[in-house]
């Protein structure tokens, strides 16, 4: 059996994204980009079966074509426990630009992606760790 592997060199293009991913700037993000496909994340089963409640925040870049290019988990709650389901979720969104991003700017965000046993938990490491954010920009699953 022959195989062949193409020795072409892979070219990767470098992109400048906008850094919006402080928390104090959350609000600009919607001046640039429009979520259109939004995919909810599979809760795992082990944290249902076990009523446990968390959150995943993530570094996202937006691409100049609105697809989700790489990401960074920043923080988690339970650590580890919602971060793969989180990522498989996030990177199928798309985004759409804005009128006022006529050039489609890439920008990095910060998207925090909440995934609760009802709808109001009182478990004290979520509230402590998984904090509101405002309701038009909250993600729950």
Request: hydrophobic letters at 35%.
């Amino acid at each position: 059996m022959v195989s062949c592997a193409s020795t072409t060199p892979v070219e990767k293009t470098k992109i400048d994204y906008l850094d919006l991913s402080a928390k104090e700037q959350a609000n600009l993000v919607d001046a640039y980009w429009t979520v259109t496909k939004r995919v909810e994340p599979q809760y795992p089963i082990s944290a249902a079966k076990n009523n446990i409640s968390g959150c995943v925040d993530l570094i996202v870049g937006i691409d100049q074509s609105g697809k989700a290019r790489g990401y960074k988990v920043r923080s988690s709650y339970p650590e580890g426990l919602f971060d793969k389901n989180a990522a498989a979720a996030l990177v199928k969104w798309q985004w759409q630009a804005t009128e006022k991003n006529k050039g489609n700017t890439p920008i990095l965000t910060s998207i925090q992606m909440d995934f609760m046993t009802s709808r109001n938990p009182t478990d004290a490491g979520y509230l402590e760790n998984c904090p509101k954010r405002d309701v038009s920009k909250s993600l729950s699953s």
